[in-house]
């Protein structure tokens, strides 16, 4: 299994949409730029652990479940 910054960026956008949270919102309460979360979004910038730790609890979830849901999608790769 190896990294893959898109496939991060799909799942943090596709839980973002089910919550029903703009790219505005999920920025603001994860304390970063718009500009970087839609960065981290499209898979051309790749989040570090504290930025992965503050979206997840930004949409209300813990890091490791976070994790869990990339890493399931990594492995269907």
């Not at 190896?2 to 973002?16: A, C, L, Q, Y």
């Not at 949409?17 to 499209?42: D, V």
Request: net charge positive.
């Amino acid at each position: 299994m190896s990294f893959d910054n898109k496939i991060v960026g799909r799942v943090i956008r596709e839980v973002r949409n089910s919550k029903k949270l703009s790219q505005e919102t999920l920025s603001g309460l994860s304390g970063m730029a718009r500009t970087h979360l839609s960065m981290i979004e499209t898979g051309d910038k790749q989040p570090n652990f504290e930025t992965i730790w503050k979206v997840a609890e930004a949409l209300d979830l813990k890091p490791s479940q976070l994790v869990k849901m990339i890493e399931d999608e990594i492995s269907k790769k």
